[in-house]
């Protein structure tokens, strides 16, 4: 018999209700399958707690934060395994301390490192189904560490990487992957395989269907991920790797973001070194430096410098670059107002003028194109905000994405 | 320095303003003591949790039933403990696995068998304030077990008896035990000072500040308890050994009860044994004979027996009585409307006349006894229940318990 990972997000398990729709879901695998389901807690649990720690401090102390939050899954667990109990299925609820798993020891930010799976492997010969509380770990002070916003997808990986699961679907509210934002656009259409690294490029693009370290831990485990929703019955994405989902298009997905900002520096002295001088505090300071371009100025001994950040980061880089001691500049400039579109597909690697397509199709819209960006399966451009939707649909339309 | 167990009960965390009010409270022990701390929930939190089990199942599993509302705890205890680490304190939740509390493994009604000291103690000589969560446990199989109802009380008399604390004080919404309920009369007074026999005699007749079996716990442990309001400064109860608590009344306490019910087998044909033949499937089936009392009926063959059991268990007590082939009776008869009415008191072994006292005492008033009942330090009469708080009052003026 195989073995599957089910997960499922806050709002599959977000009221009784839903939680008697998902022991449904689980009871439909219980037959062909041995079943692993990971949970969230149900929708508006985590913030709930969270909000009562911010009246206590804005602080509030990391290692009580993971305690406190790490409540919300204990509750869904129990409450869907009780479900199921009701149902007449053997299940009983697991928390991370109860099997155990073990993460690196970082409050709020943890990884697991290690899933013992013995009792898992115990108790599913015995006939059970195990419901494990995702989101959290413990570390090895006995303390409860959590994995930060998303933790449930890393832990239903790890545990189809530890447990030898032939495949982990993922139940969220969403159908699966799109081509596009289905919210912004319409013609948007479900992707019915897409592979590991596209999926990366989407994810970390702004499609909010799963966090990129999760996609990762998956391409390197090789585990099939399907995603589909908890709230219909249509087949979803199944994400798997490259030579298994390829399909006869050029581009898989188009992203835009609305997060960024485009700082640009004028007139820096040139000197060698002078990049690495002016990123390195940034780094040093958790700031995410993207899309980078520098021109050579007319009298060769100064440089312009044009790079993007997230918008948020914004105030902490004006400081940095203002007590840069080591660089001398004419101005800084910023722009909160750009968005980055990106186009996205294994298939561009062996298709010859996918970029010229791209430009030209934003050139017949009179979008003019600020930064340019590429990677093996990646062309992503930084255009004014207000021409993203155009930019999207005109690359959707270029590209055959409706059909 | 001396080591205190402080528990606060769930009105007295029941908000971020009152978690900050307990916070103070603790700093001010810490000056002058090693503190270990039991919380139990917010108020309204278990509640909360017990309706959404019952939206699944009125028959909800015992065990996922511990598992869900052990989280309320887990909430309460890392928000105190992250409010003493704001205020600057060295503070850490625990919950039961952590330390582990060890129970027999029931679940739901659980006892707390063994506390592995050796990490609370480690952590108290590094001068931390240990918060830990009442109510729970972990059995054998690192499964969690509640201990029922109140029973965070039975936590920190544990904590008190294994980690050798010289004192626990219970922190509750009440100022104290008083002499009878002081919402029902006025003129009831708060007592200093209460033996530990006399304490378990006003808890199971009704006086509802502590569970017995915690009372029980901390007399065979020699622990002192002191029962207080953490909402207001004053001092509150001290439960203690019956030679640190002679005070030079006859009487400490008079309680009521409102939950009794009156039972009368008419015409039972009399034989020996037959009162074992009666009670033994009342006893099987849970339900507790409180009073009883026998008449032999007029022509000798036959007998009147009347007893008490609680109200809640009337029907099965009717079902039982009917199904049993034993016993030949004429007539069975109930009564709701009766109120078990007692006086406590060490004092009165020493004492002669006080049942004499109290009969005269309530024949002044015209009330009937119906039954009575009699113990070492308390006598108790079964009344009419609409002449229960004249019966209390004439009492409470006689035994001079207003001074």
Redesign the interface.
Known sequence: MKTIVLKFGGTSVGS?KR??KVAKIIKSYSKKYRVIVLSSAMSGTTNK?IS??K???N???D???D??V???E??S???L???L??NGIKA??W?A??IPILTDGKHKHSRIKFINNRIINKYLRAGGIPIIAGFQGVNKN??ITTIGRGGTDASAIMFAKFLNADRCVIYTDVEGVFTTDPNKLKKAKKIKKISYEEMLEMASLGSKVMQPHSIQDARLNRIDIEVKSSFSNKTGTLITKRKNAINNRIITGISSTDNDAKVTLLGVKDRPGIAATIFKPLSENSINVDMVVQNISSNGKETDLTFTIKSSDLPKTKKIITKNKNITLKKMVFDKNVSKVSIIGVGMVTTPGVTFRMFQALAKQNINIQVISTSEIKISVLINRKNAMKAVKSLHAEFNLTK
Request: proline share 0%; charged share 15%; net charge positive.
């Open positions: 009784i939680i008697k707690l009562m720690s009246k206590i401090s602080s509030f102390s290692q009580e934060y305690a406190l790490s409540a919300g204990q509750i667990c129990s409450l395994a009780g479900q109990i009701e009983r609820s928390m301390w109860q006995s303390q």
